[in-house]
Nanobody, 115 residues
Framework: QVQLVESGGALVQPGGSLRLSCTASGIMFRVYTMGWYRQAPGKQRELVADITSGGSTTYADSVKGRFTISRDNANNAVYLQMGSLKPEDTAVYSC?????????WGQGTQVTVSS
């Protein structure tokens, strides 16, 4: 079955950096667009970034220039390098893949930006 496992969340100070990882299993990873979403308390889940099978990327305006999404097809992994972190980046970050009409999600990893 499809499984997505995120890691790398932590408490970090404003201005700091963090790298999130998501490892997928049960899918032909290289053919799918992979995405990172986040959900802050009391807010709707929002797309942070995604990356197509060909490596094209999309970013939310709020993270452009600060975050970089990448993928490693050999290891079925997608990464989110986050820099210049702000308190408003605090959220649970989840990776996702859409296969047909169904979306699959990981359990999420908590990122807290605070001094």
């Amino acid at each position: 079955q499809v499984q997505l496992v995120e890691s790398g969340g932590a408490l970090v100070q404003p201005g700091g950096s963090l790298r999130l990882s998501c490892t997928a299993s049960g899918i032909m990873f290289r053919v799918y667009t992979m995405g990172w979403y986040r959900q802050a308390p009391g807010k709707q889940r929002e797309l942070v970034a995604d990356i197509t099978s060909g490596g094209s990327t999309t970013y939310a305006d709020s993270v452009k220039g600060r975050f970089t999404i990448s993928r490693d097809n050999a290891n079925n992994a997608v990464y989110l390098q986050m820099g210049s972190l702000k308190p408003e980046d605090t959220a649970v970050y989840s990776c996702t893949v859409k296969i047909g009409i169904k979306s699959f999600w990981g359990q999420g990893t908590q990122v807290t930006v605070s001094s």
